[in-house]
């Protein structure tokens, strides 16, 4: 799952993440959930010590619906 800025220019659901579905993390722009982008991430990118921050319960309902809307 990908987290991004520009959600708008995408057919597919984005929701929308908001301070709660966050804890302990924010971001400079609003925010969009892309559940049917992948990326990978080097570890040591975001292992420095300064990045840390999880998913609120109402940010995980959040994903989970987002993949079951990708079901046909």
Known sequence: MCIGTSAGTYQQT???????HL?????NDTSYL????L???P????MNGNTKGKLTE??????????IALLP
């Open 14 to 20: 984005t929701p929308e993440l908001t301070d709660e």
């Open 23 to 27: 804890t302990g993390i924010s971001f």
């Open 34 to 37: 892309m559940p049917w982008a």
């Open 39 to 41: 990326y990978t991430i």
């Open 43 to 46: 570890p040591g990118t975001i």
């Open 58 to 67: 109402a940010g995980r309902r959040l994903v989970k619906k987002s993949l």
